[in-house]
């Protein structure tokens, strides 16, 4: 018998590849060890049954993370641009 049941570990996956944090710091937030989380996430993957569920999960993961990037970046060159726009104000005076 586990000692945690499905729904938890179910969450704690969902948690670990979503939250943008590191898988380790997700399970010392929940009061786990990472490597059962990092078991559960592989366990979750390899699993025919969830494999749809996950997979979507996953994809979502990875896009939120590219997304994340894009919008970094995406500020960076805005700060940039207003910068140049502020310069060239000024040496237009």
């Known amino acids: 018998m586990s000692k945690y049941d499905k729904s938890f570990k179910d969450e704690a996956v969902r948690l670990a590849l979503t939250s943008g944090q590191s ?12 490597g059962c989380l990092y078991n559960w996430i592989s366990r979750a993957k390899t699993n025919s049954e969830t494999t749809d569920s996950y997979g979507n999960n996953l ?9 994340r990037k894009e919008n970094a ?15 060239f104000v000024k040496e237009s005076k």
């Not at 994809?59 to 997304?67: D, K, P, V």
């Not at 970046?73 to 310069?87: P, Q, V």
């Open 23 to 34: 898988i380790a710091q997700t399970a010392r937030d929940l009061g786990i060890k990472d």
């Open 59 to 67: 994809n979502l993961a990875e896009e939120l993370n590219r997304l």
């Open 73 to 87: 970046r995406l500020k960076e060159e805005r700060e940039i641009l207003k910068k140049f726009a502020t310069f």
